[in-house]
C-alpha cells in the first residue's frame, strides 16, 4: 500500500513570493489533514478536510493561506505571500473515520521542508 | 480543549538503559492517546496509541506506554535503549468523540549516549 505523498520536499523563496505544496493521500482515506510544524514545536492542525469538505480550519491564517481538495482526493496548500514566519515543515495526513477505535490511526507524509528568506 | 505537555525537550540515555519520556494529558472528554516517532528528515510514524481497553499499550521497536487516567498520564518506555531509537518523540491525543484532529506536544528529542 503506497503512503502518503508530498511535494516537493524542499522549497526556498522569498518573503512575500507564493508557493504551493501538494499532498496525495493514502488511496480511499476520506480525511486528509495539513499540518505546521515549526523547528522545535510539535506539529499544529492547519486544516482538516473530510472528503472535499472543511471540517476544521479555524488555524488557518486565511489572510495568507488556502487550501482545496476538488475531487475528495489530493490536496494543495497554499500561501501567498509568505512571511518569514511561515518557515517550517508543512506534514500531510489521513485516514479512515472512525470505524473501529483499534484500527484508528492517522497516516503522515514525508512533508515539505519550507525556508522564506 | 485538549492539551498536551511534555516534559525534557532534550532526554540522554546511556545504550542499554531505560528509556522514559513523559506526557501529561488535558482532555475534557474521553482521548485518545498516542506516540509517534520523527527520524531527522522524516514524516510521523506511529509508535503506540491508546482508545479503549488495556492500559498498557505495547507498540514498535519494543516501546510502550501506560495510559493513567487518575495522572492523565501517558508516559513513554523501552527497558534497554538501542542506539537506533535516537530521534525526536511526539505525545498526542485527540477526542474518543468528534473532531479527532491530533493536539501534539512539543516533543523530546532522544540522545542515545554509547
Known amino acids: 500500500e503506497a503512503g502518503v505523498a508530498q511535494s516537493p520536499r524542499y522549497k526556498i523563496i522569498e518573503k512575500r513570493q507564493s508557493v504551493a505544496f501538494w499532498c496525495n493521500p493514502i488511496s480511499g482515506h476520506a480525511t486528509l489533514y495539513w499540518y505546521q510544524q515549526i523547528l522545535g514545536q510539535g506539529p499544529k492542525l492547519l486544516i482538516q478536510f473530510q472528503n472535499n469538505g472543511v471540517v476544521d480550519d479555524s488555524q488557518l491564517p486565511k489572510d495568507r493561506f488556502s487550501a482545496e481538495r476538488l475531487k475528495g482526493v489530493d490536496s494543495t496548500l497554499k500561501i501567498q505571500p509568505a512571511k518569514l514566519e511561515d518557515s517550517a515543515v508543512y506534514l500531510c495526513a489521513s485516514n479512515e473515520p472512525k470505524l473501529a477505535e483499534e484500527t484508528y490511526e492517522q497516516y503522515f507524509g514525508p512533508g515539505t521542508r519550507l525556508t522564506v528568506t | 480543549a485538549q492539551s498536551v505537555t511534555q516534559l525534557g525537550s532534550h532526554v540522554s540515555v546511556s545504550e542499554g538503559a531505560l528509556v522514559l519520556l513523559r506526557c501529561n494529558y488535558s482532555s475534557s472528554v474521553p482521548p485518545y492517546l498516542f506516540w509517534y516517532v520523527q527520524y531527522p528528515n522524516q514524516g510521523l510514524q506511529l509508535l503506540l496509541k491508546?482508545?479503549?481497553?488495556?492500559?498498557l499499550v505495547k507498540g514498535i521497536n519494543g516501546f510502550e506506554a501506560e495510559f493513567k487516567k487518575s495522572e492523565t498520564s501517558f508516559h513513554l518506555t523501552k527497558p534497554s535503549a538501542h542506539m537506533s531509537d535516537a530521534a525526536e518523540y511526539f505525545c498526542?491525543?485527540?477526542?474518543?468523540?468528534?473532531?479527532?484532529?491530533?493536539?501534539f506536544g512539543t516533543g523530546t528529542r532522544l540522545t542515545i549516549i554509547p
Open positions: 491508546y482508545t479503549t481497553g488495556a492500559t
Open positions: 498526542a491525543v485527540s477526542l474518543l468523540f468528534g473532531n479527532e484532529k491530533l493536539t
